[in-house]
T-cell receptor, first 111, second 114 residues
Framework: AAGVIQSPRHLIKEKRETATLKCYPI?????VYWYQQGPGQDPQFLIS???????DKGSIPDRFSAQQFSDYHSELNMSSLELGDSALYFC??????????FGQGTRLTVV | DQQVKQNSPSLSVQEGRISILNCDYT??????FLWYKKYPAEGPTFLIS?????DKNEDGRFTVFLNKSAKHLSLHIVPSQPGDSAVYFC?????????????FGGGTRLMVKP
C-alpha cells in the first residue's frame, strides 16, 4: 500500500539559508500534519492542513511557512535557518480524523 | 507544560514476558489515544488506538487500556518479542474538528532481551 512520501530524506544547509521540505500524503487522505523532532525529544506539532486549508498551528516559528496544494501534497518552507532547526521533520496524513500515518522523515542538518 | 507524559524513559523485558508501557495525560478534551512505535531514523508507525468511549482495545499481541477517571492509558504487549524493541510514543488528540493534531508523550524505549 502507498505510504506517506517525504523528500528529500536528508538535507544539509548552512545558517541563514532556506530549505523546502515536501510531503506527498497517502492517496485520498484529506489532512496533512508536520512535526519536528529534535535530538532526544518527542515529535512536536508544527502545523496541519485539512482540505488545503490550514487547520491547526503549533509551535511553528515565524520563519517557517507551509501550504497544501491542489494535489494535496504539502511543502514546508524554512527560511533564515538556524543551528537549532537541525531535526527530523515528519509529515503525516490521515483521513476523516482516523489515525495518522507518518512518512520516513527528512533529516535537516544546519551547519 | 506537557499534556501527555510517559514517565518511564526506558523499559527492559525478557522475551516472552509482558511489556507494560504507561502514559498519563492532563487535557480532559482528549478523546482519542494512539500508540506509535518508532525505530531510529524512521517515522513513527501506528500500532493501536482507542476512543474515549472504550476502556480496552485489543489487536493481536497489543492491548491498550484506558482509564478516563485517572487520565491514564497503558499498552500491553504479550508475549514480548525482540523485534518489539523500539521507542514507543503515546499520543492523544481532541477529535472535535477535522484536522486535529496529535500531542505526543516523550516516548519509552523498550528493550526486549532474548
Amino acid at each position: 500500500a502507498a505510504g506517506v512520501i517525504q523528500s528529500p530524506r536528508h538535507l544539509i544547509k548552512e545558517k541563514r539559508e532556506t530549505a523546502t521540505l515536501k510531503c506527498y500524503p497517502i492517496p485520498r487522505h484529506d489532512t496533512v500534519y508536520w512535526y519536528q523532532q529534535g535530538p532526544g525529544q518527542d515529535p512536536q506539532f508544527l502545523i496541519s492542513f485539512y482540505e488545503k486549508m490550514q487547520s491547526d498551528k503549533g509551535s511553528i516559528p515565524d520563519r517557517f511557512s507551509a501550504q497544501q496544494f491542489s494535489d494535496y501534497h504539502s511543502e514546508l518552507n524554512m527560511s533564515s535557518l538556524e543551528l537549532g532547526d537541525s531535526a527530523l521533520y515528519f509529515c503525516a496524513s490521515s483521513w476523516l480524523n482516523t489515525e495518522a500515518f507518518f512518512g520516513q522523515g527528512t533529516r535537516l542538518t544546519v551547519v | 507544560d506537557q499534556q501527555v507524559k510517559q514517565n518511564s524513559p526506558s523499559l527492559s523485558v525478557q522475551e516472552g514476558r509482558i511489556s507494560i508501557l504507561n502514559c498519563d495525560y492532563t487535557n480532559s478534551m482528549f478523546d482519542y489515544f494512539l500508540w506509535y512505535k518508532k525505530y531510529p531514523a524512521e517515522g513513527p508507525t501506528f500500532l493501536i488506538s482507542i476512543s474515549s468511549i472504550k476502556d480496552k482495545n485489543e489487536d493481536g499481541r497489543f492491548t491498550v487500556f484506558l482509564n478516563k477517571s485517572a487520565k491514564h492509558l497503558s499498552l500491553h504487549i504479550v508475549p514480548s518479542q525482540p523485534g518489539d524493541s523500539a521507542v514507543y510514543f503515546c499520543a492523544a488528540s481532541a477529535r472535535g474538528n477535522a484536522g486535529n493534531m496529535l500531542t505526543f508523550g516523550g516516548g519509552t524505549r523498550l528493550m526486549v532481551k532474548p
